[in-house]
């Protein structure tokens, strides 16, 4: 597609279920991001993953969250036992490799904990 | 620790007055600088990206410029219109995070009446 594409776009879950967040890179963008923007706040960096490389997984905030990334495309992040401080919009970016490039961000994925 | 502020954190003027939305940060040392724009329930579209190396950049109405070496940069609206009406978030990348982490200001909520 022609954009970061991220599914699904609304998700409301009950506290303590586990979720899982898609996210579809623009087709050759090596480098994939996860961001978290609580309502009302700024966004927070979650994890980064370029290329083959060691992902940078320094913002995540707790173990119940992880993120995979499949080869240079498709990425999900998972939350386990989900809490209701979770309720977010969960942003993925991607771009080229580099510091140069710029960043495009998806519409993201709106979670509720209930 | 970079940190990005962004004054005023909201604005509201009348459709067709020319505006300056103001960001700064605290370590001058940056690869770049993205100004991105958010409209309510929906993800970031970038608008500008300035290079460390560069003074400004433009795109149709919009001018943002980068003062690097005071930590400032400013987007100027010429023209504005109801269409405008979005939070304007500004973002640097930096070598502190590894260059591969955006750090955000809170954002200017603007709005513009028709």
Known sequence: GAGVSQSPSNKVTEKGKDVELRCDPISGHTALYWYRQRLGQGLEFLIYFQGNSAPDKSGLPSDRFSAERTGESVSTLTIQRTQQEDSAVYLCASSKPGQGNTIYFGEGSWLTVV | ?114
């Open chain 2, 1 to 114: 620790k970079q940190e990005v502020t962004q004054i005023p954190a909201a604005l509201s003027v009348p459709e067709g007055e020319n505006l300056v939305l103001n960001c700064s940060f605290t370590d001058s040392a940056i690869y770049n600088l993205q100004w991105f724009r958010q409209d309510p329930g929906k993800g970031l579209t970038s608008l500008l990206l300035i290079q460390s190396s560069q003074r400004e950049q433009t795109s149709g109405r919009l001018n943002a410029s980068l003062d690097k070496s005071s930590g400032r940069s400013t987007l100027y609206i010429a023209a504005s219109q109801p269409g405008d009406s979005a939070t304007y978030l500004c973002a640097v990348r930096d070598p502190t995070g590894g260059a591969q982490k955006l750090v955000f200001g809170q954002g200017t909520r603007l709005t513009i009446n028709p």
